[in-house]
């Protein structure tokens, strides 16, 4: 039997649901276009063969109601991508970079440029400010992030769904998805589907 979600997630729900969407099936993957009744916009693409989330972007209106700039929360963050100048590129190198990029089970961050032992490493919730705060005992490095989808949902951070591994310089960290979150993904999915497709064309689903 499918448990009731809360009303938070039913809120969101209905908000995806009733939002105006256009899809776009192009270069294997499937692009979705939201625009909600506020004017602000979301765009995501799934690997039209594993069905997995690539990319999720937000972007706003201003006052004066001009679209501002693309936000990424899933997929790699713009400021790895934007630039052409050859010596930001070689200085952004060595930075960490910070991004999500997610399992059908998991929310999972990387932050690469992390030369640094696994035990070196503290990644933590911290219920009071509904966050994950990732420390080193080296204090090099230090930074707080939220999950946007369980804001959304006004689901509480659980800190056994919590887990973290380092390799190859990048620290991976892992948060389980609830079970409110799963069903809400793959109901999703399944009305996605659904959408009518502008069919093997250029574009890019209106994020441009």
């Known amino acids: 039997m499918r448990s009731v979600p809360n009303m938070a997630v039913r809120c969101w729900e209905d908000l995806l649901k009733s939002s ?28 039209l063969t594993t069905d997995d989330l690539l990319v999720r972007k937000w972007r706003s209106r201003n006052p004066l109601g001009a679209p501002g700039s693309w936000e990424a929360e899933v997929g790699e963050p713009f400021s790895a991508l934007a630039s052409a100048d050859s010596e930001m590129i ?45 420390r080193t005992s080296n204090k090099k490095y230090y930074k707080k992030f939220v999950v946007p989808d369980l804001e959304r949902c006004q689901l509480t951070l659980d800190g056994s769904a919590l887990s973290f591994t ?13 079970k409110e979150v799963l069903t809400l993904e793959r109901d999703l999915l399944r009305e996605l589907k659904k959408l009518d497709s502008t069919g093997q064309g250029e574009g890019d689903c209106k994020t441009q």
């Open 20 to 47: 105006k969407k256009t899809a776009l099936v192009h270069d294997g993957k499937r692009k979705i276009h939201y625009l909600f009744e506020d004017g602000k916009e979301m765009a995501e693409e799934y690997d």
């Open 90 to 134: 070689k200085e952004n190198l060595s930075n960490p970079v910070f991004l999500r990029q997610d399992t059908k089970t998991t929310f999972q961050w990387r932050i690469r440029n992390l030369p640094y032992p696994k035990e070196v490493f503290s990644v933590e919730v911290e219920p009071a400010d509904r966050c994950c705060v990732v």
């Open 166 to 178: 380092h390799a190859n310089n990048t620290l991976i960290i892992s948060y389980k998805k609830p």
